[in-house]
C-alpha cells in the first residue's frame, strides 16, 4: 500500500513547450495534486519533436513559467542515451507514482524505454492518461510503437469510450477506468460577450460560431467552410451569421485559402490564425454564440472541457468521443460529419432558446472535476 500523500511524476509536455492541451492539462494536473498535499514535479520534453515533423510556427511559448509548478526540462525524444540517463534520473528519485502522457506512437520509443528502467526500482506504479491509443493520423509501426509503450504500465485512465475500447485492442487484463476529462478553469474567469467582443473588434450584433484550435486534418475545418457556404445559400436570409476561426495552422493555410476564395465565403469569416495563448483563450471563447467542432474523427476534445468552463453551448459531429461529452438538446446539438447536417444544426441552433442550452451547461459541469481525476488515479496507484 502507498502512503497516504504521494512523491508524483508526471511526464508530459510543460512549459516551455507549446503542447497546447496536453501542456495545459498537465500543469494544471500537478497544480492539483500539490494543492491535495502532494508531493509534485513534471518531467517534460527539451526536444519534443524534430523541426522537420513539427507541423505549426514555433514549438515554444514566450508566455511567463508557472511559479507554482516544478519543471525538469529534460527529455530528448529522439536520443536513446537521453532516455537511459532520464530513466536512471527517475528512478533514482524513487516516485511512488508516475503518470505518462500518451497520444501519438512516435513517443513510444522514447517513454517506454524510460518507464522500463524506472521499473527497475520494483516501487513505482505507472499510471497513464492515454489521450489516444490509435491515433487521428495512422502510420506505418504505429501498433508496434504502441505495444512497446503499453508493457510497463500498470494501469490505465481514458476520458472517452473509444479510447477505452482501443486500449482493449492492445491489452485485455491491465487496469483501466473511464474518467470525465475535467474543466479547464485555469484560463480567467468567464467575461461578458460585449467585452469580448469588444476586444477581438466583432459586432455584437453578429452571430458567431467558433472553431478553436489547433487547424488539422481529422478536424474537419474543411468540411465546415462548406457548410458555411451552404449557410450563406439558404433560403433563410439575414442570418448574420460568422465563423470565428482561432488557432494556427498544422495543415497547409494553401488549401484552406483556396477553398475560401472557390466558395467566396470570406465575408462571413473572421480568421485568427495565430497560435492563441493561455491570456487570450477567454475572449473567444467568450465572444461566441457556440463554439463548433465538425471533426471527422475524435476520441476527445480538449476544447469541450472550454466550453463548458466559459458555458458555450456546442455544435459537434456525432464521431468518437465527443456526443458522449455534449449531449444533445441538452448543452448543444450533434450533427454529422457531413457539410450539410452542420449546416443544419447551425441554423437550426440560432432558432433554439439558448438560456435553456446555458442552464444546462451550469448543472453539467458541476459533475467534470480535477479532484475526481486525482482520485482515480490514486484508486489506480493503490490497486493490486
Known amino acids: 500500500m502507498l502512503p497516504t500523500l504521494h512523491k508524483i511524476i508526471i511526464i508530459g509536455p510543460a512549459h516551455p513547450l507549446r503542447g497546447g492541451g496536453i501542456t495545459t492539462f498537465n500543469e494544471r494536473l ?36 508557472p511559479k507554482d509548478i516544478d519543471i525538469h526540462t529534460r527529455i530528448n525524444s529522439i536520443n536513446p542515451l537521453n532516455w537511459i540517463g532520464v530513466g536512471k534520473e527517475i528512478k533514482q528519485i524513487n516516485p511512488d507514482i508516475i503518470i505518462v502522457r500518451y497520444w501519438i506512437p512516435l513517443m513510444a520509443p522514447c517513454l517506454g524505454t524510460i518507464l522500463r528502467i524506472v521499473k527497475k526500482n520494483k516501487h513505482t506504479k505507472i499510471i ?8 487521428h493520423e495512422k502510420r506505418i509501426g504505429d ?58 473588434g466583432i459586432n455584437i450584433e453578429e452571430k458567431i460560431i467558433l472553431f478553436f484550435g489547433f487547424i488539422r486534418k481529422y478536424k474537419g475545418l474543411d468540411i465546415l467552410l462548406d457548410a458555411m457556404k451552404q449557410i450563406q445559400n439558404s433560403k433563410i436570409k439575414n442570418q448574420n451569421i460568422k465563423l470565428l476561426i482561432a488557432g494556427e495552422f498544422y495543415d497547409d493555410r494553401k488549401l484552406y485559402d483556396n477553398q475560401i476564395e472557390k466558395l467566396g465565403i470570406k465575408e462571413n469569416l473572421i480568421l485568427h490564425t495565430d497560435f492563441i495563448p493561455d491570456n487570450e483563450v477567454k475572449n473567444y471563447l467568450c465572444a461566441a454564440d457556440a463554439l463548433i467542432q465538425p471533426y471527422r474523427n475524435a476520441t476527445q476534445s480538449g476544447v469541450t472541457p472550454l466550453a463548458y468552463h466559459f458555458e458555450i453551448p456546442m ?6 468521443g465527443l456526443p458522449d461529452m455534449v449531449l444533445n438538446n441538452k ?54
Not at 45 to 58: I, V
Not at 128 to 135: E, T, Y
Not at 315 to 320: A, C, F, K, L, P
Open 315 to 320: 455544435i459537434v459531429t456525432n464521431v468518437g
Open 331 to 384: 448543452v448543444g446539438l450533434v450533427a454529422e460529419a457531413t457539410a450539410t447536417s452542420i449546416a443544419e444544426k447551425i441554423l437550426e441552433y440560432f432558432t433554439m432558446d439558448q438560456n435553456y442550452f446555458h442552464k444546462n451547461l451550469i448543472e453539467e459541469k458541476k459533475k467534470i472535476s480535477w479532484s475526481k481525476m486525482v482520485e482515480s488515479i490514486l484508486e489506480l496507484a493503490n490497486s493490486k
Open 143 to 200: 501498433k508496434i510503437f504502441t505495444r512497446y509503450f503499453i508493457k510497463p504500465i500498470d494501469a490505465f485512465i481514458t476520458m472517452s469510450e473509444q479510447v477505452f475500447k482501443d486500449l482493449r485492442l492492445f491489452t485485455k487484463n491491465k487496469k483501466a477506468l473511464l474518467v470525465p476529462h475535467p474543466l479547464y478553469d485555469n484560463f480567467g474567469d468567464k467575461i461578458t460577450k460585449k467585452e469580448a467582443r469588444e476586444y477581438l
Open 30 to 65: 500537478a497544480r492539483q495534486f500539490k494543492n491535495e498535499g502532494h508531493q509534485t514535479s513534471i518531467f517534460s520534453f527539451s526536444l519534443q519533436y524534430p523541426n522537420f515533423l513539427f507541423p505549426g510556427k514555433s514549438q515554444f511559448t514566450n508566455e511567463q513559467a
Open 128 to 135: 497513464c492518461i492515454a489521450d489516444n491509443i490509435i491515433p
